[in-house]
T-cell receptor, first 112, second 114 residues
Framework: DSGVTQTPKHLITATGQRVTLRCSPRSGDLSVYWYQQSLDQGLQFLIQYYNGEERAKGNILERFSAQQFPDLHSELNLSSLELGDSALYFC???????????FGPGTRLTVL | SQQGEEDPQALSIQEGENATMNCSYKTSINNLQWYRQNSGRGLVHLILIRSNEREKHSGRLRVTLDTSKKSSSLLITASRAADTASYFCAPYMNYGGSQGNLIFGKGTKLSVKP
């Protein structure tokens, strides 16, 4: 158990819909990262937050957005969902920078 | 941020044998990390080796780093069926503060047969 929690574990929804994925980092970790993993694209970095502020952006679509709240939990919002958004979404946390990241169990999103 | 490239893409061995995976990268780094991912699960941090280190051990894991060749290797000794997983390397350069992120490659898929 990494200490990082993600909810929900599974999510099935339809195209065009909007979903919110939630992540609680390890106690004491200030940085949160979001990743998308699909069979064809591998593990893609989406975005990083540090103590409530966006710090790094990767291959995140404009339809996706994220935020980190004062209690340091983070949410990833995915809107106008497409079939290709079906993937595993991982959250990871670290104390400061990405020197050692602790990954959550992931949320499996299926868009039908 | 830069991506590491793992080699081979897939490796199949018998239990008890050693498994060696390689990683190459392109530019200077502060450190390089190795992660393991069991199918459908989150990545697990295995080991971090800093740019001024040449070798590091953790249990049955041995990691080497050659900054002149921009390469690293992960050796798993006396492998077990439970080592079956994908292994990723992540070279990291700290540009200051908490910026920068890890870019994961496609990994090496290790299969250990009992």
């Amino acid at each position: 158990d990494s200490g990082v929690t993600q909810t929900p574990k599974h999510l099935i929804t339809a195209t065009g819909q909007r979903v919110t994925l939630r992540c609680s980092p390890r106690s004491g970790d200030l940085s949160v990262y979001w990743y998308q993993q699909s069979l064809d694209q591998g593990l893609q970095f989406l975005i990083q937050y540090y103590n409530g502020e966006e710090r790094a952006k990767g291959n995140i679509l404009e339809r996706f957005s994220a935020q980190q709240f004062p209690d340091l939990h983070s949410e990833l919002n995915l809107s106008s969902l497409e079939l290709g958004d079906s993937a595993l979404y991982f959250c990871a946390s670290s104390v400061f920078g990405p020197e050692e990241q602790f990954f959550g169990p992931g949320t499996r999103l299926t868009v039908l | 941020s830069q991506q590491g490239e793992e080699d081979p893409q897939a490796l199949s061995i018998q239990e008890g044998e050693n498994a060696t995976m390689n990683c190459s990268y392109k530019t200077s780094i502060n450190n390089l990390q190795w992660y393991r991912q069991n199918s459908g699960r989150g990545l697990v941090h295995l080991i971090l080796i800093r740019s001024n280190e040449r070798e590091k051990h953790s249990g049955r894991l041995r990691v080497t780093l050659d900054t002149s060749k921009k390469s690293s290797s992960l050796l798993i000794t006396a492998s077990r069926a439970a080592d079956t997983a994908s292994y990723f390397c992540a070279p990291y350069m700290n540009y200051g503060g908490s910026q920068g992120n890890l870019i994961f490659g496609k990994g090496t898929k290790l299969s250990v047969k009992p």
